[in-house]
């Protein structure tokens, strides 16, 4: 089997033609002429920790769950020992909440906050650095073939962001294998629908890989190793602070990931280059992704 070649599918992928997630716009292109496109959907969804209100985000709305779970996790407001007994999701009035079986500490913390569908800093970062202080990540090994095949997959898989741009993927992998991708119009709602994923499936991960199609943020690398993921990779560039962190809490960070190329500014030695670079094919133009709008 090539090294490029699968070994099985996606246990959750993107689903670009599903009706609910994109609307049919019409407009003019640059010759004035008449035409239709798809565009992202966008929907508030606000999440309650027990009776507390905790945050509005701005979302496509799939995995509702996955996402307040997630986030109350990378947050640090779902410590390892609080019990979850329940996920409500109210479609109707776009609220799910996520009751512990005992009260948390956390739920007096925050005032009611709104994060935007855009790249602005994330709600309680404070708490979110803090929370690096005890993590420890594992020494996993990461082959360089491991990485090569993961992108060759992964930009060829159909989504959103091919379909409508405007949008960010996340990618949980298992060495050569995507296992998990969400899609969000906010890159970290996409890494917090794959925390509440592995939260509610109880998935380890220390063996894991993080792709993502957006920016190595400081938030997105602090979100990675809060959930005990060593190594964050990317087709897109690096934020000096997001290396900073990355070196202090000893992840593997890998940015501009195309073709035969990449750049690792983190964990270095995590990688084993087990495979000549030029024995890569060359990304061919009709899979290079485009920027997210």
Request: charged content about 25%; overall charge neutral.
């Amino acid at each position: 089997m090539s090294k490029l070649q699968k070994k099985s599918g996606y246990l959750i992928a993107p689903a670009p033609g599903n009706p609910r997630l994109t609307r049919a716009v019409t407009g003019t292109d640059h010759l004035g002429q008449q035409t239709e496109i798809a565009v992202v959907e966008e929907r508030p969804l606000t999440i309650y920790l027990n009776r507390q209100e905790i945050v509005t985000a701005m979302t496509i709305g799939d995995y509702p769950g996955y996402l307040a779970l997630g986030f109350l996790k990378n947050q640090g407001m779902l410590l390892p020992d609080d019990v979850v007994t329940r996920v409500d999701y109210d479609e109707e009035v776009e609220t799910v909440v996520v009751r512990t079986e005992i009260e948390t500490s956390h739920e007096e913390k925050l005032q009611k906050k709104t994060r935007t569908s855009g790249c602005a800093v994330g709600t309680v970062f404070g708490d979110m650095m803090a929370g690096l202080e005890n993590v420890s990540l594992p020494a996993t090994p990461v082959k360089t073939s491991w990485l090569y095949a993961l992108a060759h997959e992964i930009n060829r898989t159909p989504s959103l962001y091919l379909e409508a741009g405007a949008i960010h993927g996340t990618v949980l992998c298992h060495q050569d294998r995507p296992l998990v991708y969400m899609e969000d119009v906010g890159r970290h709602n996409a890494v917090d629908k794959i925390a509440g994923w592995m939260l509610s499936e109880r998935v380890e991960a220390a063996d894991k890989i993080l792709y993502t199609t957006g920016r190595l943020t400081s938030e997105m690398v602090i979100k990675t190793a809060m959930m005990g993921i060593p190594v964050l990779a990317s087709r897109s560039g690096f934020t000096a602070w997001g290396v900073e962190i990355a070196r202090q809490v000893g992840l593997t960070l890998i940015g501009r990931m195309r073709g035969q190329r990449f750049v690792c500014l983190a964990g270095e030695e995590r990688l084993l280059r087990d495979v000549d670079p030029k024995a890569m094919p060359e990304e061919e133009r009709k899979h290079r992704r485009k920027s997210a709008q």
